[in-house]
């Protein structure tokens, strides 16, 4: 028969002092708790000076606002105008226990719209008027336990002038950074500063991503950025500079100015972009052929042609403009694109800024790119009528075949060995040059 082991009792004096131990602890946790309860849930409340003068003259002009708070608590700061109204500096944020202190320049961030006969202003931050106002320093804990100090502070001195951008403007209102050289290639953004501030900006939002700036750099002018008096703005959409326009779509155009006060003012305007995208077009694998080349020479009689024919691509995302002369065009030696205008009474022949053309150059002539051409036949380009002038486009990922003829009524200057075509993107840059040199022979008849 099998006897079960009999479990060991625990002494009695080891049950005692575990008993006694647990006792002392849940004492102590009450202790504890009674005497975080008994810490003030707000404490050594001050607002230092009593007296400022908020306009950046850096004489008192702020106050030192400092408090400690005893547990975790929402804080609210505000000031009572003599009229009772209430101003919050800061309302309802939480706060653990510890000490504070913030410095306070009698400005308010309480937006709203005001218009002064300048287009409607909305004001982030300003300072409040001259005069006595009540402050109170106000913590609520999370039991509803609620606690405050007031006291009475006096503004005066202050710089409550508003850093209005007045009559601010944004022409046009839809516009196409292409640098097709049309009037809608960028868009002028203007206002007028009535005082000094310490900072503006102008950028670009989109709706889309409203965190994401695109900021408008200010052109050189004799008034300084954030100086008194009228400004303005170029904004093309940073093509001129090589970059690519934000895509197509609806933006909000800000502008934004800041005194030293902390006066703060924002404006709005809408802006539409469309046909945007910086243009890209090459010759087509860099190669043009010149009728009769052999071994990189072409032999041409006095009163002979030199001819050639090439394919330009459009390698970009947006259409690029053209203009005559039309491939085909026979130039004399002693002519350029201009004269051709002359003579056969085209303006359109002359230079413009942003159409591309195909050119021909040689070593030692005194101009760049005497004969030039559009980038290709008319039936190989879209014709669109702008402001009443027709205008031509190869479109994204199309071809345009130019071909013309040079005719040497006289001989080129002693020297000249070298010939080459080019891609002209007029008053912008070359974006193919040297392309298939040759050596040109001009001889006698």
Known sequence: MTTEPTPQRRPARVTLWLTAALALWAVLLTASACTFNLRPLLADVSVEPAVISPNADGVTDAAMIRYRLGRSAEVSIYFEDERGRRHYFRRSQL???????????????????VDNGYGPQQVLGQVLPDGAYRWTVEAVDKRGNRAARSGTIVLQDGDTALPELRNFTVVPQEFRPNQDGLRDDWVSISYYLPKDVDDVQVYLVDPAQPTVKYPIPERERVIRPGQAGYHEYRYEGGVDQGAVPPPNGLYYIFGEARDLAGNHVVVSSTLTIVDGGKPRADILQGEIDWAGEMNRVVSVPLGGTLCFTATVQNEGAVSIRTAGPWPGTTYQFTENNNTLALKYDDPSFRQQAGVFRFGVNYDTTGLDFPFRWAIGRKEDLERRVID??????????????????????????????????????????????????????????
């Open 95 to 113: 706060r653990s226990p510890g000490k504070y202190s913030v410095a306070w320049g009698g400005v308010i961030n309480e937006p709203h719209i």
């Open 388 to 445: 009443g002038r027709e205008q031509w486009y190869l479109l994204p990922g199309q071809r345009g075949l130019t071909y013309g003829c040079i005719q040497f009524n006289e001989a080129p200057p002693i020297g000249t060995n070298f010939w080459w075509g080019g891609l002209i993107h007029e008053f912008v840059d070359v974006p193919n040059n040297y392309v298939d040199r040759i050596s040109v022979i001009v001889g006698e008849p």
